[in-house]
């Protein structure tokens, strides 16, 4: 299934989550979660807010998703490329598509992803882009962080 | 790196968290976290007590365990074989030797964490096995939602 219009208004909603999260101070990667063409869910990454090591951007909207009985019908949208604790829950969870904003500022795991069975779109925005390169420039340490790259 | 006695008394931490989710009436999956041989965190599954999907054990726990700069001399405990959700965790952050309880009742990842460079040990203690096995005979609605399995 190619990218729809829906498609690109959730994604613009995981990127005004990002663009929160970077008001906010904490690290810029935001989500969003339609089921069956609706938005039901988005979230950001509560790193710096909640001091919640574990809330990446995906995570944080799972989360706000609350308890379901399963994902199927579930479309997860985020700006980043989902990194190997977001690509494991995805895939655990039967989470069957993902739109990707960008995977320029950091590669993810999108093989990992579709070798699981998981449809993939990656649109790399221009604005997702900007958002992330221009956070990594500013907070280095905070991002090594958040991907628990050693410094 | 074998077991040693240290690492026996932090799983038991670990199954003492369990137990103690099994008695809020939630998933009865515990974990606890140490630090050059020092107990630093433990926790357990919060689906139904916090309504929270993506808090497992393991994540619970790394979640209490605050912040940190990187998992260096870490070693995570486990009363289950961890998820993908989990394992994908381990492997992001980082974290280099688990502990798992067992994988009797549910198999994870075990091959994958290896595959990634961790360090595994599987301890299988009749304890972690039969706390979960009477857990999935009586509530295998709620375990297959953890898992998100589809009935």
Request: proline share 4%; aromatic share 6%.
């Amino acid at each position: 299934m190619a990218l729809s219009i829906f498609d690109l208004e959730c994604l613009h909603v995981a990127l005004q989550e990002a663009r929160k999260s970077y008001e906010e101070g904490g690290v810029p990667v935001g989500s969003a979660m339609s089921y069956q063409e609706h938005l039901i869910a988005s979230g950001h990454n509560q790193r710096v807010q909640q001091d919640d090591p574990i809330a990446h951007g995906e995570m944080d909207c799972i989360r706000r998703a609350g308890r379901r009985p399963h994902y199927n019908g579930v479309t997860l949208y985020t700006t980043l490329s989902p990194c190997m604790m977001c690509s494991g829950t995805i895939v655990q969870f039967g989470i069957k598509r993902v739109v990707i904003g960008e995977n320029r500022n950091f590669e993810g795991n999108i093989d990992f992803l579709r070798r699981n069975g998981v449809e993939v779109e990656l649109v790399n925005d221009p604005e997702c882009i900007e958002l992330m390169d221009h956070f990594i420039r500013e907070q280095p340490h905070l991002w090594n962080e958040d991907i628990a790259v050693t410094e």
